[in-house]
């Protein structure tokens, strides 16, 4: 870390600001070997939170030995032998379970200290790692999903996004950010990265023929979410890994670091304004970028790309696969991965709404691939709301959470499938289980927040109904309706939100554009006489 990062820091440092002055977290790799060998009740307190560092949480209860791990995949790209790896450990150490996370990462559970150094060697032998996919520090790189296969990209950023892992991978200068620092690269223009939340995302721009990046700084959900801003420059693809070392470096100096919840890149942008933080990142690069250009955009559908879709490599396709609320077991994916490879070059591709992608599937491969019977169960053209749906953990496996999400999430999306059969119009349902919006509920057409309320002395689960979220050209987060629904009566609240769009939409109308047109009064209006009907 440099030393204007350290003389940053504030005399009042919260707990784990003292703690990475102790000792940095990527340090911590030879006491994990260490307490590999001691056992769990060996781990020192601090080292818990030092652990994020290399993509390792505690489960719950924390009372346990047992660990939840996040393993990285830059841009979502799986290669067959890494699919393979990835679905073994699985079995062989996390009972099975493997979900794909909204950072196109995979999340392990019921890990145990005593496997790590072997889970490490594993995916080390396969070119994977899970270093930095949690702590204060760079993220997964995300990128679109089909980043060098689809024809609509202005063109391909997979070597960029390979090349920002390897910069950031184990390097010490940036292993003490003030917060994580989530990146998005992305030339499609659809913007299927979901630049707007990320705290930095390169987005594609035209200036005359020329194809580049427009730069957006400063996105981030949690509990106070903001919209990245665009810095106004136009940026050549060969300017892109020095402007991103740029904007990391500028956070690590820059950043605030009192407050774990005032910490993220977004409150910095939020004070400075983009103006400041360019002429900071020109200050540091010691370059002046060109001014304007035009961002290349069109209609965003949530990243979501069921089916067969013709690659831009002539005879091929990739084919988009459901996997509900991204959990899947080790054995699934072996079953992919073997899919993946008969049927086409043995790539998978993760995306950010939690499903998969088989790509490089020849023209005569793709009856036999959609006729397998995996494919029965993973479609490629899933029920509209189940095909929707994400979820975060939930209670079920995270500390933070204070709700059960996944199979609450699947329950109410099967219910809407099968009262609104064949319904005509995607809706996005996400759903959340605390504030840290890891199933970025503020994104969705109708979100859902888990929370708590009291009832005949006891808690019960219940959730708060916000509507009208979406990204692309005109971004926005999504606002409450309804507030503290019971969670046995959530898919309820829902089913009447759907029919009050479905009896007074307009011709064409998209749900986003229902739910910024009317009334919140009018939803919950149409809730109350929903839940009087059932009373």
């Known amino acids: 870390m440099s030393k204007r990062g350290r003389a940053n820091l504030a005399t009042t440092l919260n707990k784990e600001e003292q703690l990475k002055i102790d000792k940095d977290g990527l340090d911590v790799l030879a006491d994990i070997h260490r307490y590999a060998q001691e056992g769990f009740a060996a781990i020192d307190p601090g080292d818990f939170i030092r652990f994020k560092w290399y993509g390792i949480y505690q489960q719950k209860p924390k ?21 393979v790896t990835v679905a073994q450990l699985a079995n062989d ?10 950072r196109q990462a995979i999340q392990y559970h019921w890990l145990q200290i005593e496997h790590m150094p072997e889970i490490f060697d594993r995916l080390a032998k396969v070119g994977m790692s899970p270093i930095q996919a949690c702590g204060d520090v760079v993220r997964n790189v995300i990128s679109s999903p089909v980043a060098g296969l689809d024809a609509q990209e202005l063109f391909d950023v997979r070597d960029l996004v390979l090349q920002v892992e390897q910069l950031f991978l184990s390097n010490k200068e940036f292993s003490n950010l003030p917060r994580k620092f989530k990146i998005s690269i992305a030339a499609d223009p659809r913007d299927l990265g979901h630049p707007e939340i990320n705290d930095l995302a390169l987005v594609p721009a035209l200036l005359g023929d020329e194809a580049g990046y427009h730069v957006l700084v400063g996105g981030g959900l949690s509990a106070k979410p903001f919209l990245a801003k665009n810095l106004g420059i136009f940026l050549r693809q060969e300017e892109a890994l020095d402007v991103i070392k740029a904007v990391v470096t500028i956070f690590r100096d820059h950043g605030y670091r009192e407050k774990r919840s005032h910490a993220r890149v977004k409150f910095l942008m939020a004070d400075w304004g983009p103006e400041k933080f360019l002429e900071h990142v020109e200050a540091v690069t010691g370059k002046t970028y060109t001014r304007g250009g035009v961002r290349q955009t ?49 790539d998978l591709r993760t995306t950010n709404t939690q499903n998969i992608i088989i790509p490089n599937v020849a023209d005569e491969n793709v009856e036999a691939l959609l006729a397998e019977p995996l494919l029965q169960t993973f479609t490629a053209k899933p029920n509209t709301f189940i095909g929707h749906a994400v979820s975060c953990t939930g209670n079920e496996f995270c500390n933070l959470a204070l709700v059960e999400t996944k199979e609450r999430m699947k329950s109410i999306a099967n219910y809407l499938d099968e009262t609104f059969p064949n319904f005509d119009t995607p809706i996005r349902l996400h759903v959340n289980g605390c504030p840290n919006s890891c199933g970025q509920q503020q994104i969705a057409d109708i979100g859902l927040a888990g929370a708590l309320v009291r009832i005949d002395g006891k808690m019960q689960d219940a959730f708060d109904i916000s509507i009208g979220g979406g990204l692309g050209a005109d971004a926005k987060f999504n606002r409450k309706v309804v507030l503290k629904v019971k969670g046995d009566e959530v898919q309820f609240a829902i089913e009447a ?39």
């Open 93 to 102: 150490f996390g009972r099975g379970l493997a979900d794909v996370t909204t």
């Open 497 to 535: 939100i759907v029919r009050y769009y479905e009896q007074n939409r307009e011709a064409g109308e998209s749900f986003r554009s229902f739910a910024n047109r009317v009334e919140d009064d009018a939803v919950k209006a149409a809730v109350a006489a929903a839940q009087q009907a059932r009373a």
């Open 63 to 83: 009372t346990d030995p047992y660990f939840m791990m996040r393993v990285k995949i830059p841009g979502g790209m799986l290669n067959y032998e890494q699919a």
């Open 298 to 346: 069109t209609e965003w559908n949530g990243a979501y790309l069921y089916g067969v879709h013709p690659q831009k490599q002539a005879g091929l396709n990739f084919v988009g696969l459901s996997l509900p609320v991204g959990r899947i077991s080790g054995d699934i994916l072996l079953e992919l991965a073997r899919l993946a490879k008969k049927y086409g070059n043995g």
